[in-house]
């Protein structure tokens, strides 16, 4: 952590806060899911726990762990802030590079609270890395800066020659054909997306539909909730629907605070995502949850969670709207800041896995404790999540008590040779997890 004269940061950190509305307490309820009955705590605005990690880094032997049977080696490394991956018809694997950017004030702030020493600081490198695998040994042969001078970039897409990407202010398509390793043709931006916002929150991710008629982009929340008002919030907390020229745009699911990862059942078809909860309600509250996307549905924020347990800052403001109030399908744990998701339909892993869902939880702030800094694994049958979430890939969390962690996940993909990618921002690294059968 930084220091500075403590008079001066005083002022500056409690000039930051955000006011707090005094509200009664309100009853939860309980939230039935797909895959057990969840019992809610009271919400506990009080006693708002903050404890930020503090990144060491991997050293050079050092890795995460898979289970039995598996093995993890670096598919990339010495890049900064590797966030999201995709995967060309070719086999070629692109990697958006992009941070957090943070304002004078709010470095020092986040100097002073350790947040800091939990994430990649400075300015976002705004680009895409390709990465060639020839010999299909998992590991690339080859890099090349594939797009440069971006926007803090983290979803990327190929829909037939064309190559999009999701700046944080829009959406954007270059001319693209396969094997091509650097675009230099100037993009066009067919979609304006409203940029900052509270935290995290630029992330803009896309995802197509399976006859590549319609594109999906999720756009988080611009406050925690609502606080600035709802004014700020237009089009945000929202998974939208367009078509590939950038026209006709619809807003296909609503109340989804920040849902960044997205990714298609494999036995459904449906539309799935895992979405960021809201802070500052207690240890417990909210969960982070995976969800089937259905069109038109309302998901909560920021007047509900978890179905019609009303946010006691926003009570009494739409009660119409907390009474439409879906309970997601799978929770995922609270403030654990899920984040990627891909579903398992390779062959490589076991039998277990298949259909399941991967999800990168890059790791708590607004908790005692550490918890996330994992890739979670669901499993599923026919379809429907048949199991609550299970750790995979571990072994982030160094020293609990000191806060201390070796990295955190973002993004997953699972690549056409069956094997799992995972971006750990904080360190630079793209990780690799294989299984060989015995």
Known sequence: MKNYLLPAVAVLFFSCKETKKTVASAQSEEAVTQTDTLKLPPPDEKNSNTKFSNVIGWGKD???????????????????????????????????????????????????????????????????ILYRDANKDGIPETSSVFLANLNQPYGMLIIKDKFYVANTDGLYVYPYKAGDTKITQPGKKIVKLPAGGYNNHWTRNLIANKDQSKIYISVGSGSNVGENGMAYEVRRANILEVNPDGSGEKIYASGLRNPVGMS????????????????????????????SVKRGAFYGWPYAYFGKNEDPRRKGEKPDLVAKTIVPDVPLGSHTASLGLTFYTGSQFPEKYQDGAFIGQHGSWNHSALVGYQVAFVPFKNGKASGSYLPFLTGFVADEAKGDVYGRPVGVLQIADG?????????????????SKK
């Open 62 to 128: 050092k890795a995460p762990t898979a289970p039995e049977g598996f093995t993890v080696t670096r598919f990339a490394q010495d890049i900064k802030s590797p966030r999201n991956m995709i995967q060309g018809e070719n086999g070629d694997i692109f990697v958006a590079l992009s941070n957090s950017e943070r304002s004078t004030a709010d470095k020092i702030k986040n100097d002073l609270s350790g947040k800091s020493d939990a994430e990649v600081g400075g300015q976002s490198a705004n680009r895409i």
């Open 264 to 291: 298609w059942n494999p036995t459904t078809g449906q539309l799935w995502t895992v979405v960021n909860e809201r802070d500052e309600l207690g240890d417990e509250l909210v969960p982070d949850y995976l969800t």
């Open 419 to 435: 094997s799992l990618l995972v971006a750990d921002d904080v360190n630079g690294i793209v990780w690799r997890v294989s299984h």
